[in-house]
Nanobody, 123 residues
Framework: QVQLVESGGGLVQAGGSLRLSCAASGSIASITAMGWYRQAPGEQRELVAAIISSEHTNYADSVKGRFTISRDDAKNTVYLQMNSLKPEDTAVYYC?????????????????WGQGTQVTVSS
């Protein structure tokens, strides 16, 4: 009933920038928290940034001051602006959202993940 589709990954040199987007679609009534996670080879998936509103955001210490998360509720979309990228930022980035959707004449809430987008930062 709900899909998250990421875009914007790619290859960039150290010091460069990328902007990730994640659009949610389906019979969505509302979205509370949205976030970005990443997983490097051989590592556990970790939280990069999360947002409930522009006043309520959370960042991993490793990206504070370099990454900015934002959302457009009219488009059910969350963004991650990544500046001053480092080789250690290389990972698959996943979008996550807590979604309330309408199905079978009632509302349901679930946590959804995107398929992931590769970000590679060369030194």
């Amino acid at each position: 009933q709900v899909q998250l589709v990421e875009s914007g990954g790619g290859l960039v040199q150290a010091g460069g920038s990328l902007r990730l987007s994640c659009a949610a679609s389906g019979s969505i009534a509302s979205i509370t928290a949205m976030g970005w996670y990443r997983q490097a080879p051989g590592e556990q998936r970790e939280l990069v940034a999360a947002i409930i509103s522009s006043e309520h955001t959370n960042y991993a210490d490793s990206v504070k001051g370099r990454f900015t998360i934002s959302r457009d509720d009219a488009k059910n979309t969350v963004y991650l602006q990544m500046n001053s990228l480092k080789p250690e930022d290389t990972a698959v980035y996943y979008c996550n959202a807590d979604v309330t959707y309408y199905s079978s004449m009632s509302y349901h809430t679930g946590e959804y993940w995107g398929q992931g987008t590769q970000v590679t930062v060369s030194s």
